[in-house]
C-alpha cells in the first residue's frame, strides 16, 4: 500500500508487527523487540511518534502540506504536549539516534532523537514548557554543513 510519509512517497509493507492499543498507547511487537507509540489523526494526516522519531503519514500528498522542515534537521513537536527533559544544549556534537529532549504527550513519554549526526544548532524549549502541535523544538544541523 502506497503513503506518503514525511512527504516522501513509500510503498508500506507488512514486516509480521504486531501492533496492540492499550489505552492512548500503541504497543509494537517485532522480531527485535517490543516498543511503545503514539498515532494522532488529524485531518488527512496521521502523526506518529515511534522509536523517538516522528512521522507524518497521508494516503496523498496534499502539496500545501509539504514542509520544508521534512529532513532540515527541524525537530517539531507531533501534538501539544510537556517537555519533560531537554538532555542536550546548542553547539553540542551529537549521534544519529541520541536524545535531545523528551515530550509528553497523551501519557507518554517520547524522545527525540538526532536525524543524523551534527550539531545542535537551536534548543527552542526548556523543561516544563507547554508547546503546541507542530512547535519546532530543536535543530540538529548535518556534521559537515558547519565546516566539521
Do not use: C, W
Request: cysteine-free.
Amino acid at each position: 500500500m502506497k503513503r506518503f510519509v514525511n512527504g516522501d512517497e513509500v510503498e508500506l509493507q507488512d514486516d509480521g508487527a504486531e501492533i496492540t492499543r492499550l489505552g492512548d498507547r500503541l504497543y509494537v511487537r517485532t522480531p527485535e523487540g517490543t516498543f511503545t507509540a503514539v498515532a494522532v489523526r488529524v485531518g488527512d494526516v496521521t502523526h506518529v511518534s515511534y522509536k523517538g522519531r516522528q512521522f507524518q503519514v497521508e494516503e496523498r500528498q496534499n502539496r500545501a502540506r509539504v514542509s520544508s522542515h521534512v529532513g532540515s534537521g527541524e525537530l517539531r513537536a507531533p501534538m501539544p504536549g510537556l517537555i519533560v527533559d531537554v538532555r542536550r544544549q546548542v553547539g553540542d556534537a551529537i549521534k544519529k539516534g541520541e536524545t535531545i529532549l523528551v515530550l509528553e504527550a497523551m501519557k507518554t513519554q517520547q524522545p527525540f532523537n538526532a536525524p543524523f549526526d551534527g550539531t545542535v544548532t537551536q534548543i527552542s524549549v526548556s523543561k516544563g514548557d507547554q508547546v503546541t502541535d507542530g512547535s519546532v523544538l530543536a535543530v540538529v544541523t548535518a556534521a559537515g554543513v558547519l565546516g566539521e
